[in-house]
Structures are given as structure tokens and as C-alpha cells.
Nanobody, 124 residues
Framework: QVQLVESGGGLVQTGGSLRLSCAAS????????MGWFRQAPGKEREFVAGIRWRDSITYYAESVKGRFTIFRDNAKMTVYLQMNSLKPEDTAVYSCAAKSVGATWLWAKEYDYWGQGTQVTVSS
């Protein structure tokens, strides 16, 4: 049974940093893409960043490029999202997700497995 468990959310001031973790278990993910999504109140869920497990190819939303970094630790079966220079508009519930490798990474509906989410709040 596949499980994705996020941790690391919290409250931080503008300009601060947080690192989110997503511990994955239940199968091998070598042919999977791991993505981070976020959803703010009253807004659609949006893609934040993704990483292809087997070769660590990454892709970022324009809104976070240069501030966020996604990476993985194969030994720990964990994907991380390092978030720097946080802004109030980054406030959301962040969820990690997994999908089989394919042409597109951006659409939440293509992801097969989801974690429960972790709240990130950035105060101004």
C-alpha cells in the first residue's frame, strides 16, 4: 500500500524558510514523478514543483522558481521541498503526490497517490 506522509509545515515570517518532507513507502518509485502541489483557501490546487525520481530532473512553477528547490534522498525514500524567501502568497496547504512518468507533470488529476497535506502559513 502506497503511503505519502508530509511533514515540516508551520508558521514563518515573510522572507523566512521552511523545508517540507514527503516520506514515501509501499512501492518502488524509480518510474515515478513526485510532485508538490498547494491549495490556498478559495483557490484551485496548483502545481509547485516536481522531480523525476530516477534521474532527479526537476520542474518548477514560475511563481516559485529561484526560491524553492525540490530534491530527493533515495536511501530515505523521501522527497523534500526547500522553500526560501517565503511570501504571504505562499500560504497554503502543501501536498505531495506521485504519478507514473509521463509527458506532463502539471495536472493534479494525473497523480495516483496523495499525502494528507501540511499547512504553511507566511505572516506579513
Amino acid at each position: 500500500q502506497v503511503q505519502l506522509v508530509e511533514s515540516g509545515g508551520g508558521l514563518v515570517q515573510t522572507g523566512g524558510s521552511l523545508r517540507l518532507s514527503c516520506a514515501a513507502s509501499g512501492r518502488t518509485f524509480s518510474n515515478y514523478v513526485m510532485g508538490w502541489f498547494r491549495q490556498a483557501p478559495g483557490k484551485e490546487r496548483e502545481f509547485v514543483a516536481g522531480i523525476r525520481w530516477r534521474d532527479s530532473i526537476t520542474y518548477y512553477a514560475e511563481s516559485v522558481k529561484g526560491r524553492f528547490t525540490i530534491f530527493r534522498d533515495n536511501a530515505k525514500m523521501t522527497v523534500y521541498l526547500q522553500m526560501n524567501s517565503l511570501k504571504p502568497e505562499d500560504t497554503a496547504v502543501y501536498s505531495c503526490a506521485a504519478k507514473s512518468v509521463g509527458a506532463t507533470w502539471l495536472w493534479a488529476k494525473e497523480y495516483d497517490y496523495w499525502g494528507q497535506g501540511t499547512q504553511v502559513t507566511v505572516s506579513s
